[in-house]
């Protein structure tokens, strides 16, 4: 199938575009990003999309991240669209935990932020079926559970925004096929070819591996990620429900689970349940492991009247007799 059929195969199926959209389209200079403009230039004319590129240099490689800006530039130029550029220290990204996670939300909070300034409600980025396959991988190493495994997912709304990812579908090769056909040299990051990354080792070395066992292994755990995603989804929705039904608010900052209706529900809804809280008061699950939720659990089931199993982001559980309560510690 031709990429562009492909591509708007998959912006129908997740029901990614809407006629009229406008759109911040994510854009590093590499393969992935330079076909997703292209592509979504193609067929902005029919949707009457209004498309706007914004770039952010990280300066993680010298010379070579200012090539990938003026690289970027040219490419707004050529193709007559609208882009906005920044840049951040690189000492800035180094400070404390990860490179990689602190460059996305550098990413997107820089996404974002051109987003509300182009009244913008939807962001493209240029995600791919290796991409998913490597990103099931390394958390299926780590233990992720089934929201980790669901991969990374075609559509996501995050506050404001909507992220779309209309490759998805689309694998590495095919999009440097297309590339090569339309005489188009993407930047290069040689970053992804050095092993101290634990994505590149799963690219370079363990994905290879697994190919001599399944020669489509890429389509399989892409296709792994879907189910897992349709079926989280209905678990989700029923955690949900759950929790609006049990949940008992004290004082803004603190939820109550009577025990006695938690111990009633499902594991799973159980467990569901105990996200959903701390979510509420933390605003995401990022740093909520399986251990907390099995201390959690622990606390509800075995601990006795009184207890208390502190979480990250200053939250906290206590038990009592009949209830069990999650709330923000004082500073």
């Known amino acids: 199938m031709p990429l562009l059929n492909k591509f708007r195969k998959t912006i129908r199926e997740y029901n990614l575009i809407d006629k009229g959209d406008k759109i911040v389209i ?15 230039k193609a067929i902005s004319k029919e949707l009457e999309l209004s498309l706007h590129i914004a770039h952010l240099n990280h300066n993680l490689r010298g010379e070579d991240s200012k090539r990938d800006a003026d690289f970027v530039l040219r490419l707004s130029q050529r193709l007559n669209l609208p ?20 460059a996305r939300k550098a990413r ?3 996404f974002f932020k051109i987003a509300k300034e182009r009244k913008a409600a939807k962001i493209a980025l240029g995600h791919n079926l290796d991409d998913q396959a490597e990103t099931v991988l390394m958390r299926l190493i780590r233990g992720s559970g089934l929201l980790g495994l669901s991969g990374i997912l075609p559509k996501r709304k995050m506050g404001n925004f909507t992220i779309i990812r209309p490759l998805l579908d689309v ?3 095919e999009i440097e096929r297309f590339l090569k056909s339309r005489r188009i040299k993407p930047r290069q990051d040689y970053t992804n070819r050095q092993e101290v990354f634990f994505r590149n080792r799963i690219r370079r070395r363990l994905l290879p591996e697994l190919s001599a066992y399944n020669k489509n292994i890429k389509e399989s755990l892409a296709r792994a990620a879907c189910n897992i995603a349709i079926d989280y989804d209905y678990i989700l929705s029923q955690g949900l429900r759950s929790f609006k039904r049990l949940r008992r608010n004290k004082a803004g900052a603190k939820i109550v689970f009577p025990l006695a209706r938690f111990y009633k529900l499902h594991l799973s809804l159980q467990q569901m349940c105990l996200r959903l809280a ?8 990022r740093r909520l492991t399986h251990q907390h939720i099995k201390e959690l659990m622990d606390l509800a089931y075995n601990r006795p009247a009184g207890s208390i199993v502190d979480l990250p982001a200053r939250i906290s559980a206590m038990k009592n007799s009949r209830q069990l309560c999650l709330y923000r510690r004082g500073r």
């Not at 994510?26 to 979504?40: E, K, P, Q, R, Y």
């Not at 882009?83 to 602190?102: F, K, P």
């Not at 701390?278 to 699950?285: G, H, V």
Request: net charge negative; glycine share 12%; no cysteine.
């Open 26 to 40: 994510g854009v590093s200079g590499g393969a992935d990003s330079v076909a997703l403009t292209l592509l979504l």
């Open 83 to 102: 882009v906005s550029s920044s840049e951040i220290s690189a000492s800035d990204l180094r400070q404390g935990g990860s490179l990689e996670e602190a």
């Open 278 to 285: 701390f979510k509420e008061l933390k605003a995401d699950t």
């Open 171 to 173: 694998t590495r090769s």
């Open 108 to 110: 997107l909070g820089f």
